[in-house]
């Protein structure tokens, strides 16, 4: 069973910065990407960043600059850094990772339960 669990969002201001991290479990061979979505209310889920098991990176236009996603490999675990946070990156945070198990050895994606992040003042 591949669980995906998500820490670190929270409330912050406009302009603060707020670092997510994820990791992956479960007997997992191989993972070949992950990646972070975002859902804000009364929208739909959205790619906010991506990264392969090469380092290879995208990330949407609208946070382009200003997040950051990296890798731990080792550890099967994926981070987003955040910075200069305005109000429109409010929404629930959801963790992503396209991998292969020991019961399941084909590529299949599976979703964290998402972590809210809320920038207000």
């Known amino acids: 069973q591949v669980q995906l669990v998500e820490s670190g969002g929270g409330l912050v201001q406009p302009g603060g910065s707020l670092k997510l991290s994820c990791a992956a479990s479960?007997?997992?061979?191989?993972?070949?990407?992950m990646a972070w979505y975002r859902q804000a209310p009364g929208k739909q889920r959205e790619l906010v960043a991506a990264i392969t098991s090469g380092g290879t990176t995208n990330y949407a236009d609208a946070v382009q600059g200003r997040f950051i996603i990296s890798r731990a490999n080792a550890k099967n675990t994926v981070f987003l850094q955040m910075d200069s946070l305005v109000p429109d990156d409010t929404a629930i945070y959801y963790c992503?990772?396209?991998?292969?198990?020991?019961?399941?050895?084909?590529?299949?994606?599976?979703w964290g339960q998402g972590t809210q992040v809320t920038v207000s003042s």
């Open positions: 479960g007997n997992i061979l191989s993972i070949i990407r």
């Open positions: 992503n990772a396209r991998l292969s198990t020991v019961e399941v050895p084909r590529w299949e994606n599976y």
